[in-house]
C-alpha cells in the first residue's frame, strides 16, 4: 500500500501497547478521525471472543511457529471501502499491516470446522464513531489482586466517557445486546470478505 493511500500510521509509528488491544485499536480510530484520512462510517472495530473466552488466532506475534494463541479476547481494525476491499490492521499480527481481510482469514483466522467448539469465534462489529463515543476503561482489569498490573498500562490517561469508567465487557460480552453486531466466523467473512461486501453496517 502506497503511504498516500494509508489511513493510519505505519506499523512503527501507531501508538502501541502490548496487550491493551482494544485501546490501540480506539487510538487508530481517533487517528482516523483526526487527520480525516479515511470516512469513519468505512471503518469498524472488531471483537473476537466467545462466551468461554477463549479464542484461537494465528500468525500473532508472540505465537510459535504454527501454533495458535489463545486469547480471551482480541480487538482489530476493519476498513471496508467496496467490494473485494475490505483490510485489517492488526497490530499483534506478523502479517502485513493492513492485510486484506481474506488474507487474513486464510491465515489468522482460518476456520472453526475441525476445531472444538468451545474455541469458534464470535465477531461483534461496532462502527468506529460508536467506538469513538462509547467505549471506556479504567484497566482493572489488567490488575492482579494485590493492585499489580499484569502488564505495563499506556502512558496515556485511561480513556473513559463523561457517563463511564469502563464498559469494556460490554464489548468482549457476545450476546445480542451491546453496540455494533454479532456475527459468528463464516457469517462475519461471507458478508465482509465477499465481493458483496459494502461499507455500509
Known amino acids: 500500500m502506497a503511504p498516500e493511500e494509508r489511513i493510519t500510521p505505519s506499523r512503527e509509528n501507531c501508538v502501541y501497547t502490548q496487550c491493551y488491544c482494544e485501546e490501540n485499536v480506539w487510538k487508530l480510530c481517533e487517528f482516523i478521525r483526526t487527520e480525516r484520512t479515511a470516512p469513519l462510517e468505512h471503518v469498524f472495530v472488531v471483537f473476537i471472543s466467545n462466551e468461554n473466552r477463549t479464542v484461537p488466532l494465528w500468525k500473532q506475534k508472540s505465537g510459535h511457529g504454527d501454533q495458535p494463541v489463545i486469547w480471551d479476547y482480541h480487538v482489530v481494525l476493519l476498513q471496508v471501502d467496496g467490494p473485494e476491499n475490505s483490510l485489517i490492521y492488526d497490530l499483534d499480527s506478523v502479517m502485513s ?84 453486531s454479532v456475527y459468528r466466523l463464516h457469517h462475519f467473512l461471507s458478508r465482509y470478505a465477499s465481493s458483496s461486501s459494502s461499507p455500509s453496517s
Open 97 to 180: 499491516f493492513p492485510c486484506s481481510l481474506k488474507l487474513y482469514a486464510a491465515h489468522a483466522l482460518r476456520s472453526d470446522r475441525g476445531i472444538k467448539p468451545a474455541y469458534h469465534r464470535l465477531l461483534r462489529v461496532v462502527p468506529a464513531e460508536s467506538y469513538l463515543r462509547n467505549f471506556a476503561s479504567d484497566r482493572s482489569h489488567m490488575r492482579n489482586p494485590e493492585g499489580s498490573w499484569k502488564m505495563p498500562p499506556p502512558l496515556y490517561p485511561p480513556i473513559h466517557t463523561t457517563e463511564c469508567q469502563m464498559n469494556l465487557d460490554d464489548f468482549i460480552n457476545m450476546d445480542a445486546a451491546g453496540w455494533g
